[in-house]
Each structure stands twice: as structure tokens, then as C-alpha cells.
């Protein structure tokens, strides 16, 4: 019996072919040049577009195997990143960062399989999947962890810590941001919500979730991911912008005290009714009564400030909107009423008046705080004058030292003169003192503005003119340059330009 010849697929491929050339070469004639013949390739042309049923058929089961715990498990620790662990993770991992620090002139990837291993054996055998291993994953991505919440912070300096850190820093996430959280317990999984309060001594956020019955809860926040694109911030740039290390020490609150007993009554100060009784009057308000720890006096003033400061805000917004309305009238050539005049004026009265007020109130916090924690290395509250005092009589000194002629005999007789010259003297020594100290702020301004102010009365009214341009004009640019605030000083402290 013989035997069918084996035939392989290739070359009953290629017969088939034979036989179907003949038959299209006598069917068909050549196409013209002007036309064009289009050829689907022979893989695609089974491919065929899916139907709505079977998308759906797909889906549902693509549903059912999420409803396994270990399967929707898998696809959160598979694609689930919170914002402070997406540049760890998806950056360059552990080899790249060792063949980097390792062989530093290699520029190329491109290389062989033995290249590659050789570069391995190189670099040496590492230990995967031991206990001793993951533990120690585990801590380096837990000070990785810490280092990118102390530049978020602005507590790192020396970034020389930092050579394990991506180039982008991301940003902390603020109140409002709508992220999708990791939630353990009763209800596992991934929830969307949104950000009600931030933690950052903790480290966690609050979220209050969106679907019904969850509720708010407290997630760290790395198991938090922001819905929407992440802001970040090259390494480089916390380097320009970190904290003063003595505002960094010591950073405590003060003592607070024991909570109350269970027999002890609780005074509820938010009480509509309670708040308003008569036996509140007679509670005992003496200079040492504390709230949380904090004297009652600050946080009145606290309280104060936080009020003016709110409705200097709306003052300023509706400033901002009068402009903008001014500037279309003044774009149409229509005049300016008289009433939209009143208004304006009443408004930057106002705004004149808030400024003073916050100042004083903002001085009375100044004391508050150095009296509270003078380890903290604020100044202290009349280091302004003490600073003015010092100036002065240096100032004086070097007046008379260069006044004295060898004979003994003054180059400067009036002396309304070498008063001025020496108040004048001594504003170019606060200058100078000012820009030694280091973090500035407005306060610290109080001393200069004082000066210019006691030179500026002391002047006769015909030279005012010409003090502003010579002398106080510049002051200005370099207290400007001086201060963090920039040109914000002028609402911290008193104004200048009044006569």
C-alpha cells in the first residue's frame, strides 16, 4: 500500500499559488497605469471589527473577574500609584541607578546579551525574594518616602540626601482635589472623594468619599491619587526655596493641659442657650486663664487679626473690581461720576484704617509669640528700637569722630546740621545691620520706617521734596530688595509717604 506524499504547509501554499496564476493571468487583463490597485495583506483581511454583543459578552466578563478579591487586589498593587509613589516607581529603577554610579561613561544601551551579562557579573548577584530583602525594600522606599514629605515641607537643605530622589518632586496635594483613595477594612478597594483637610506632622488626608455610607475617613498619602494631572517641582528648585534651619528647631507647641474628669463639667461655649446665661459673667477671667494651652489674650488678638485680615480681603477684591470697572469707562471715554468717586475713596479710606489696625494687632501678636516661645529664635518685640538706639549712637560717634579737625575745631558748627547728618548716618547703618541679619520680614522694617518718618518732621517743608527724592524714594528700592514680602511691606507697616 503506498503511502500519501507528506506535504508541508509552505509548499501547499506555493501550489496553490501555481495553480491560481494561470487563472488570473487568462481571466484579467493588466490594469492601466492610471489606476490603482489596492491590496489587503492577508492577516488583516480576517480581521474582522467586533459586534456590540460580544464588547459586551467581554466586559461582563471582564466585571465578574474583578469581583475576586485576590483579582481586584492584583490590578491595584499592578496599576494603583499614589502621587509620592509614581515618580519612585515609574522612574529609573535600581539597575539603572547602579549602572549610572557604576560605569558612568557607558552612553549607550544598546548592547549584547553577553555585553549585559557581563555587566551583571560585573555588579555582582542580588538577593531577590528573601525576607532579609524585602525588609530592606521596605525601608528604603519608607526614607525615600520621608525625604520627599521634608522638601514638600521645605525642611531639607542639603540635597546631597536627596541623590536617590527622582528629578521631579511632586507637589502636596490641597484642600478641594478630587483623588481616588485606597480604603482598608470593611470597604476594600478604591474610592473616589475629595480632600477636606491635610496632615502634613502625619502625613495623611483627610478625604470624605463620594459614594453613600462611606463617610470621611483619614488615608496617608501614600494611597492617595489626585484625579487629575499632579503638579511638580525639579529637585533643584527646593535648594532656592528651603526654610531658615532656625525656624526649624525646636518646633513644639506649648504645653497643653490635662483634660478634663469625668467629674469636671464641660463649659460649652457653643451652646446658644448656655453661651447666654447669666452664671457665664461670674467664670473666672484672671491674666493667667488659658484655652488649649494658650492664653485667652492671644487668642483674642489672634481672633482679631484673622477678621481684619478677612475683611481686608473683601476690600481688596472689591478695589479690584472698581478698577476694572473704571478701566472700561476709561476705554469708552465715558466720565467717571461722582458717586463711583465717593465710593472709590471711601473704599481706600477704609483700606487705609484696616492697615493701621493690622498693624497693631499684629505687633500685640509679636509680643505674644516671642513671650510664648522665645527659643524658637524670633526677635524680640522691641528689637526694632533697641536695633534704632544702637544705630544712632554709633552714629553720633562717628559724626563727632570726623567732625573734630586736628585743631579741635569743628568742620560742621550748626548744629540742626550734624543732627541731620547723623540721623542720616544712622539710617545707612540700620540699612546695613538689617541686610547682615539674614530672614527679614516687616516688623523688623518698623525701626527704618520710624527713622524716615522723625527726619521727614524734623525737616523744614522746602526741602520735603526734595528728602523724598534723594533719600526716602531710595530707601524704598532697598527695603524692597531687603524684604521676603517685597513691595508687601507697605501694608505691615506705617506708611512713609504721609506728611
Request: charged fraction near 25%; charge should be positive; include cysteine.
Amino acid at each position: 500500500m503506498d503511502t500519501p506524499t507528506r506535504s508541508s504547509k509552505r509548499s501547499r501554499l506555493f501550489r496553490d499559488e501555481e495553480e491560481q496564476q494561470p487563472q488570473q493571468r487568462g481571466a484579467s487583463k493588466s490594469p492601466r497605469r492610471s489606476q490603482r490597485v489596492t491590496t489587503t495583506p492577508q492577516k488583516f483581511s480576517t480581521i474582522t471589527t467586533p459586534d456590540k454583543k460580544a464588547s459586551q459578552k467581554i466586559g461582563l466578563r471582564l466585571r465578574n473577574l474583578l469581583k475576586l478579591p485576590k483579582a481586584h487586589k492584583w490590578c491595584i498593587y499592578e496599576w494603583f500609584y499614589s502621587n509620592i509613589d509614581r515618580p519612585l516607581f515609574e522612574g529609573d529603577n535600581e539597575f539603572c541607578l547602579c549602572l549610572r554610579e557604576s560605569f558612568p561613561k557607558l552612553k549607550t544601551r544598546k548592547l549584547t546579551r553577553v555585553e549585559w551579562g557581563t555587566i551583571r557579573r560585573l555588579m555582582g548577584k542580588p538577593r531577590r525574594c528573601s525576607s532579609a530583602f524585602l525588609a530592606e525594600e521596605r525601608t528604603a522606599l519608607r526614607q525615600k518616602r520621608q525625604k520627599m514629605r521634608l522638601l514638600q515641607q521645605r525642611k531639607i537643605s542639603d540635597l546631597s540626601l536627596c541623590k536617590d530622589l527622582p528629578e521631579e518632586i511632586p507637589l502636596p496635594l490641597i484642600i478641594g482635589t478630587k483623588v481616588t483613595a485606597r480604603l482598608r477594612g470593611v470597604h476594600d478597594g478604591l474610592f473616589t472623594g475629595q480632600i477636606d483637610a491635610v496632615d502634613a506632622s502625619a502625613a495623611t488626608y483627610r478625604v470624605t468619599f463620594d459614594r453613600n455610607g462611606l463617610g470621611t475617613h483619614t488615608v496617608p498619602d501614600y494611597e492617595v491619587l489626585s484625579n487629575e494631572p499632579n503638579d511638580t517641582m525639579p529637585i533643584s528648585a527646593f535648594a532656592q526655596k528651603h526654610r531658615a534651619a532656625r525656624y526649624l528647631q525646636n518646633l513644639m507647641t506649648p504645653p497643653r493641659g490635662t483634660y478634663p474628669s469625668a467629674t469636671t463639667p464641660v463649659l460649652m461655649d457653643n451652646d446658644p442657650l448656655i453661651s447666654q446665661s447669666t452664671w457665664k459673667s461670674r467664670l473666672p477671667g484672671g491674666e493667667g486663664e488659658t484655652i488649649g494651652g494658650f492664653p485667652v489674650k492671644f487668642l483674642i488678638q489672634v481672633t482679631r487679626l484673622s477678621k481684619i485680615l478677612m475683611i481686608k480681603k473683601e476690600h481688596i477684591k472689591h478695589l479690584k473690581d472698581m478698577n476694572t470697572e473704571a478701566e472700561k469707562l476709561k476705554s469708552y471715554s465715558t466720565p467717571i461720576g461722582l458717586d463711583f468717586q465717593k465710593r472709590y475713596a471711601t473704599t481706600v479710606l477704609e483700606l487705609e484704617q484696616l492697615n493701621k489696625d493690622l498693624n497693631k494687632v499684629l505687633h500685640q501678636v509679636q509680643q505674644f509669640c516671642c513671650e510664648l516661645a522665645p527659643e524658637q529664635g524670633m526677635a524680640p518685640a522691641d528689637r526694632p528700637t533697641e536695633l534704632r538706639q544702637r544705630c544712632e549712637d554709633e552714629a553720633q560717634e562717628l559724626v563727632q569722630h570726623s567732625n573734630t579737625l586736628r585743631d579741635g575745631q569743628q568742620s560742621v558748627s550748626n548744629p540742626s546740621h550734624t543732627q541731620l547728618i547723623s540721623r542720616l548716618t544712622a539710617l545707612l547703618l540700620q540699612i546695613k545691620c538689617l541686610a547682615e541679619g539674614g530672614d527679614l520680614n516687616s516688623f523688623e522694617f518698623k525701626s527704618l520706617n520710624d527713622s524716615l518718618n522723625d527726619i521727614k518732621r524734623s525737616i523744614d517743608q522746602s526741602n520735603l521734596s526734595c528728602f523724598q527724592n534723594n533719600v526716602e524714594i531710595h530707601v524704598a528700592h532697598i527695603q524692597s530688595g531687603l524684604s521676603q514680602l517685597g513691595n508687601l511691606h507697605a501694608f505691615a507697616a506705617n506708611n512713609t509717604n504721609a506728611v
